[in-house]
C-alpha cells in the first residue's frame, strides 16, 4: 500500500485501535492518536505498559510514540479487548 494510503486509512482510524508492522519487523499496537504528514502517533493500548515498542516519544498531545509512515509494512484495525 503507498503511503499516502496508510495516511487516509490512518487519518479515518484516529481513536481506534491498530497493529502496525514496519519493514523492519517489529509490530507495534495501540490507539491512534494522531496523524502527521509523515508518522502516526499510537497511544498504548490499557494503561502505561509502553512496552518498549515505537520509535520516540510523541510531542503535543498526550503520551505515546510515532511510526513513520513510510516505514509501515502492514496496518489492521483491531477491536478492542
Known amino acids: ?3 499516502n494510503q496508510y495516511y487516509h486509512a490512518c487519518r479515518r482510524g484516529i481513536g481506534r485501535p491498530v497493529m502496525i508492522t514496519t519493514r523492519d519487523g517489529q ?7 494522531r496523524v502527521s504528514s509523515n508518522r502516526v502517533y499510537l497511544r498504548p493500548l490499557g494503561g502505561s505498559n509502553y512496552g518498549g515498542y515505537g520509535y520516540g ?3 503535543g498531545w498526550g503520551f505515546g510514540w510515532g511510526v513513520a509512515l513510510g516505514a509501515i ?4 484495525f483491531i477491536p478492542f479487548f
Open 1 to 3: 500500500m503507498p503511503v
Open 27 to 33: 509490530v507495534h499496537r495501540g490507539i491512534i492518536d
Open 57 to 59: 516519544w510523541g510531542w
Open 73 to 76: 509494512a502492514a496496518l489492521a
